[in-house]
């Protein structure tokens, strides 16, 4: 499920970008929920960081502009991904201090959005990682992973806020996609970390940012550690 609030105080053009995207879920096979809003007070009243995935929105509004939403919605959730859409080119420069995805000129076209919208997906793909846990889908980003660890038959992502997101996925399965960036590393068969967490580590154990929990390394594997470690430290 891909989550989008879009935001214009023209009500018109809120149904027509709506219209957008679902055509354009429809054509890609993406199961999406929209809502909707003519304010961005509204938008920040109702904004749930976890579950809003892309937002939409006018620049110029009479109660909060775009630019202003944008930076407080930023505060709740860093990562999230926003659009502009404006009427003028006037504002595109100073729109791009809130660190857009793109900016669209109305009247925008079909082939235009969806274009933009096809491009934002691949980055996405690219660079999160989609976890269930109970009801929800989470999108998480995979550089906020801190470690994951397999435990009482859960996967538990430990993100670098602190946050702890427990999953049914087998930790074999998140490997496989993991694995593949060379922050990560697995130093016990319970565990995988991310390199750039690390806070220090000995022989026995790995200590992480902002967490608590020591992690341990197999009997055989910290000297692979320790390369693995210094090789990702000293490419960064």
């Known amino acids: 499920m891909l989550r989008f609030i879009l935001c214009d105080d023209d009500e018109l053009q809120l149904d027509e970008i709506a219209g957008f995207i679902r055509q354009w879920a429809d ?4 199961n999406v929920e929209i809502s909707k809003f003519t ?3 509204a938008v920040l009243e109702q904004f749930q960081p976890q579950r809003n995935d892309i937002v939409i ?15 407080s919605l930023r505060s709740l959730r860093p990562d999230f991904h926003i ?67 397999a435990t009482n ?38 565990y995988i970390i991310n390199l750039q967490y690390v806070e220090h580590f000995n022989s026995k154990e790995i ?14 594997l910290d000297k692979e550690f320790k390369e693995k470690y210094f090789q990702f430290m000293f490419s960064e």
């Open 83 to 149: 659009i502009f859409m404006s009427s003028s080119k006037d504002f595109a420069l100073q729109a791009y201090d809130a660190h857009p995805y793109g900016y669209l000129v109305k009247p925008c076209s079909y082939e235009a959005f969806s274009a933009l919208l096809g491009n934002l997906m691949q980055k996405v793909r690219m660079h999160t990682l989609s976890v269930h846990s109970g009801h929800e889908t989470y999108k998480l980003p995979i550089t906020d992973i801190s470690f994951v660890e």
């Open 27 to 30: 054509t890609n096979k993406i």
């Open 207 to 220: 200590s992480m940012k902002n967490s608590a929990c020591l992690i341990p390394i197999a009997r055989g």
């Open 39 to 41: 304010s961005g007070k």
């Open 153 to 190: 038959r859960q996967t538990v992502f430990n993100m670098k806020d602190g946050r702890s997101i427990a999953t049914r996925d087998t930790l074999a399965s998140i490997q496989d996609v993991l694995l593949k960036y060379p922050a990560f590393f697995k130093p016990h068969r319970s």
């Open 57 to 71: 929105c006018d620049i110029m509004m009479p109660d909060m502009d775009g630019l202003t939403l944008a930076n």
